[in-house]
């Protein structure tokens, strides 16, 4: 059974730093690629940062590249975001993903380009 649970959410100041984690179970999930997507009040669901499966970052968003980074431990089955210098425009739900599809590396910055979600952890910045 697949299972994605997201934790690490928070308020935090602007300037402050967050570290989102995402435990991750089940055979179909845990060698493939993965993603954070972030989703604001009143708007669509966007993507963040995606890692391969082989742990390497593979792509991040323009307004969080320099600030956000994201691994994984293959060992712990755990991915993670630490974001630094966050921002209100950060404010969001955020998800992670993953694709479902065991050693198969491709740039995927889509939401249906991931067959499983977590359930979010919120993230709350103010100024």
């Known amino acids: 059974q697949v299972q994605l649970v997201e934790s690490g959410g928070g308020s935090v100041k602007s300037g402050g730093s967050l570290r989102l984690s995402c435990t991750v179970s089940?055979?179909?999930?845990?060698?493939?690629?993965m993603g954070w997507f972030r989703q604001a009040p009143g708007k669509e669901r966007s993507f963040v940062a995606q890692?391969?499966?082989?742990?390497?970052?593979?792509d991040y968003e323009d307004s969080v590249k320099g600030r956000f980074t994201i691994s994984r431990n293959k060992t712990e089955n755990t991915l993670y975001l630490q974001m630094n210098d966050l921002k209100p425009e950060d404010t969001a739900m955020y998800y992670c993903?993953?694709?479902?599809?065991?050693?198969?590396?491709?740039?995927?910055?889509?939401?249906?380009?991931?067959?499983?979600w977590g359930q979010g952890t919120q993230v709350t910045v103010s100024s």
């Open positions: 993903a993953a694709a479902g599809t065991a050693y198969v590396q491709r740039e995927r910055r889509m939401p249906d380009q991931y067959a499983y």
């Open positions: 089940g055979r179909a999930v845990v060698a493939s690629d």
């Open positions: 890692i391969t499966w082989r742990g390497t970052p593979r």
